[in-house]
């Protein structure tokens, strides 16, 4: 399962909504509220083994599908790219 189908499975099976394009606004299209999105980084943390620093939780990382998928694997490559 991608990074993708994996992240959508979890916004659509955690806050009862399917019907959202990759680009779409979480926030402003009301798809997952300020507690909704603690939801997602405590999944994004625990799913994909990762450390989201404070600084990191901004829209431009966490406020549509397409912007989480970037991120994670921006993440994924980092700590990859560290470990070696």
């Not at 997602?40 to 912007?67: C, H, I, M, T, W």
Request: zero cysteines; hydrophobic letters at 45%; proline letters at 1%.
């Amino acid at each position: 399962m991608s990074t993708r189908e994996r992240i959508r499975g979890f916004i659509v099976d955690t806050f009862f909504v399917d019907d959202f394009a990759d680009d779409d606004s979480f926030l402003r299209k009301g798809l997952i509220d300020s507690t909704g999105m603690m939801e997602l980084v405590a999944f994004l943390e625990q799913d994909f083994g990762l450390k989201l620093e404070d600084r990191e939780l901004v829209p431009e990382n966490l406020d549509s599908l397409s912007r989480v998928v970037a991120f994670v694997e921006k993440k994924q490559a980092q700590r990859l790219s560290q470990a070696s």
